[in-house]
């Protein structure tokens, strides 16, 4: 019982960063959501309609529906990508920590520049271990900050590059339509050149070699 006595209280554990976005949490989700707003609108229906041309006039409504659900696709994984980032590292509350620290300096800067206070600086071995691991912590976090918004324009010149592959596999199928109805057109051209007594002779031809096959 003497010895449970002696044994020193544990020091009290950091309060829990909140999950809840802060200023520059909640800044850099605008950032993103501005980025995917623009990378949209150049994925808009005019220049979506103007790849189908043919079925964009003959059904415009299902033409405009199958934008929608591109776009709305494209749109969800880059939000999800995103937000797997965010999770991944962590970003969220590091920021929020970087928010409180930043605000509890300004507070210090503002209550000693009130007071006039001329102090001797605290020495760093008096400091309490809490705000010596965030003083420590602070140059990360702004790593881990410049590396978001590298990995964020990476992500969006990706983004870039996938509708422009999407965009040019769609004139490439375009053109290949074109390409058959061309075909198609000349073989009704030839099929409608021809006069009777040629047809009649295809057909006498054609069963020909129906009887030979079936003999």
Do not use: W
């Not at 989700?29 to 964009?56: E, G, V, W």
């Not at 008096?126 to 324009?153: C, F, M, N, V, W």
């Amino acid at each position: 019982m003497a010895e449970a006595t002696s044994r020193s209280p544990s020091p009290p554990l950091p309060p829990p960063t909140p999950s809840t976005p802060g200023p520059r949490a909640t800044a850099l989700q605008k950032l993103y959501s501005d980025a995917i707003t623009h990378i949209l609108k150049t994925c808009s229906y005019t220049n979506f309609a103007s790849c189908y041309p043919t079925p964009s006039t003959n059904v415009p409504a299902s033409m405009r529906q199958l934008h929608d659900q591109f776009t709305q696709k494209l749109a969800e994984y880059m939000r999800r990508e995103f937000e797997n980032i965010l999770v991944d590292r962590n970003v969220i509350p590091s920021l929020n920590e970087l928010d409180r620290l930043i605000e509890d300096a300004k507070r210090r800067k503002a209550r000693a520049a009130v007071e006039q206070d001329e102090k001797d600086p605290v020495p760093p071995h008096t400091l309490p271990a809490q705000t010596l691991y965030i003083s420590h912590l602070a140059p990360s976090l702004k790593g881990y900050d410049q590396e978001i918004r590298s990995r964020q324009e990476a992500l969006a010149g990706e983004n870039q590059e996938l509708i422009a592959r999407v965009l040019q596999q769609r004139k490439d199928l375009q053109r290949l339509m074109e390409g058959l109805e061309g075909v198609v057109e000349d073989l009704n051209g030839s099929v409608k050149a021809l006069v009777p007594e040629e047809m009649e002779g295809l057909k006498e031809e054609n069963r020909e070699v129906d009887e030979v096959m079936r003999d």
